[in-house]
């Protein structure tokens, strides 16, 4: 079933996060397709404001490729930016699958450049971006 949630404008997206969050339910692997400047590292930074973790730690991982954060509930949160993975190679010597498996929150951006790695049960979600700026968040359930 198609799940999507209209985020009006950047004042509405911790609500949106909050939503988010609520309908995913226990899924760990959470992987954002969208064009740059879309507003991945946006929401993302926004799901980690409501899970508790410190607003100062919350980052783009572009160069360093992953992040991780703690929660207010002390659970890991990682943050991966694939966006400079050219090869799946490059994501297997992070030590990709210890993260995925870890049973922590995995928030992914540039999952494409890493797509035969994912595991079948990775939440795939599109945030599409109309001109004034509405953003739809949209996933398979």
Known sequence: MLQ??????LSEIDAAAEEFLRR????RLVAFYAP?????TTFTTALCRRLGVRADA????????INEYRAA???PV??????????PEEALDIG????????????????????DLLPP??????????????RTLSWED
């Open 4 to 9: 999507q949630i209209v985020i009006p404008s």
């Open 24 to 27: 995913i339910g226990g899924r």
């Open 36 to 40: 740059m400047g879309a507003g991945k």
């Open 58 to 65: 919350v980052s783009s991982p572009t160069f360093a490729i």
């Open 73 to 75: 509930d002390g659970e």
């Open 78 to 87: 990682f943050h991966f930016d694939f966006y400079r993975i050219n090869k």
């Open 96 to 115: 990709l699958y210890d993260y995925l498996d870890s049973g922590a929150l995995c928030l992914m951006e540039w999952p494409e450049n890493i797509e």
């Open 121 to 134: 049960e990775t939440l795939r979600v599109r945030i599409d971006v109309a001109r004034d700026g509405v």
